[in-house]
């Protein structure tokens, strides 16, 4: 079910199926950037045989050129939005028909350009409807503070509805992506995130799209030391292979924590799927200068 069809008798059945049958679940909600950069193309180096000329969107400078004509052959070369999308359903996917997973892990996904908002309600993989999924690129805006509320509203909605159902649901995982850097003031947002994540009550991927992602914004979503090693070459999707290797990445992440709900029989996890080493936040949401990088060394 999609965002429009919230109130149809279809809905209602799946969600009440998912309160009252079946085991406690993972809730993971997807969290994306769909600002109108997001419509623009990547190009691998060289690739880009001629232009019309460059403007300003969204926050950086573009290039204007002819997509049919302008691109030599044999580089690759793809819209963001759609390559994006592509991963996304490739996951979705794999989670639906995983006869492990379809019924123990529970889908929402979040957009946000202006402002943030519920694409897809929470619901079992095993209701997703994967066409209803697919993103559109918005307007010229990455409201990044909006898009987080929205999808930790999501996640703590879901999380009582499963209480007063009396059901349990295992450590959330937020996947946040974006492809620049916040037209907002997300710093709130982000110490919420790692407040959550130093409790353990929440699992968290920020991952970036793009040459142009705030990787080093991006890390401050982790507690001091506690990112994963090499995180900004791991977590930016650039190459058509980084998204696959990425969205495995999570697909192994859900994997080993079903193994734990099944062998801890709690709903709360004891330790991170994944380990970091020696990273150094700024706490305040904001990049640092490269130069106020190397002053922390």
């Known amino acids: 079910m999609a965002n429009e069809a919230y109130h149809s008798s279809e809905y209602y059945r799946q969600q009440r199926?998912?309160?009252?049958?079946?085991?406690p679940r993972a809730l993971i909600c997807f969290c994306i950037d769909v600002s109108s950069s997001m419509n623009e193309w990547w190009i691998e180096d060289g690739g880009l045989l001629r232009?019309?000329?460059?403007?300003?969107s969204d926050g950086h400078n573009v290039f204007h050129f002819n997509a049919e004509t302008d691109i030599k052959p044999g580089y690759a070369a793809y819209k963001k939005i759609d390559k994006l999308n592509d991963a996304l359903a490739s996951l979705?996917?794999?989670?639906?028909?995983?006869?492990?997973?379809?019924?123990?892990v529970a889908i929402s996904i979040v957009v946000y350009s202006r402002f943030g908002k519920v694409l897809f309600d929470f619901l079992d993989c095993s209701n997703v409807d994967i066409a209803s999924c697919r993103c559109t690129?918005?307007?010229?805006?990455?409201?990044?503070?909006?898009g987080i509320r929205t999808a930790?509203?999501?996640?703590?909605?879901?999380?009582?509805?499963?209480?007063?159902?009396?059901?349990?649901?295992?450590?959330?995982?937020?996947?946040?992506m974006t492809d620049g850097t916040p037209t907002d003031d997300p710093r709130n947002e982000f110490s919420l995130i790692r407040e959550r994540v130093q409790k353990g009550d929440l699992h968290v991927f920020p991952l970036g799209i793009g040459d142009g992602a705030d990787m080093i914004r991006l890390?401050?979503?982790?507690?001091?030391?506690?990112a994963p090693d090499r995180?900004?070459?791991?977590?930016?999707?650039?190459?058509?292979q980084n998204y696959t290797d990425i969205f495995q990445e999570i697909k192994n992440h859900i994997k080993q924590r079903q193994s734990v709900m099944v062998s801890e029989g709690n709903s709360r996890q004891s330790q991170p799927?994944?380990?970091?080493?020696?990273?150094?936040?700024?706490?305040?949401?904001?990049?640092?200068d490269y130069e106020d990088l190397l002053s922390l060394m």
């Open 231 to 240: 995180y900004t070459e791991r977590y930016k999707m650039t190459m058509p």
């Open 51 to 56: 232009t019309s000329g460059k403007g300003y």
């Open 17 to 23: 199926s998912m309160l009252v049958n079946g085991d």
């Open 219 to 226: 890390r401050d979503m982790f507690p001091v030391g506690s």
């Open 92 to 104: 979705l996917s794999d989670l639906k028909y995983d006869k492990d997973l379809r019924d123990k």
């Open 273 to 288: 799927a994944i380990e970091g080493q020696n990273i150094t936040n700024n706490q305040m949401g904001e990049a640092f």
């Open 137 to 146: 690129a918005d307007a010229p805006e990455t409201a990044m503070g909006d």
């Open 152 to 176: 930790l509203s999501q996640i703590d909605e879901m999380e009582k509805d499963l209480r007063y159902a009396g059901k349990d649901a295992y450590t959330p995982l937020l996947i946040f």
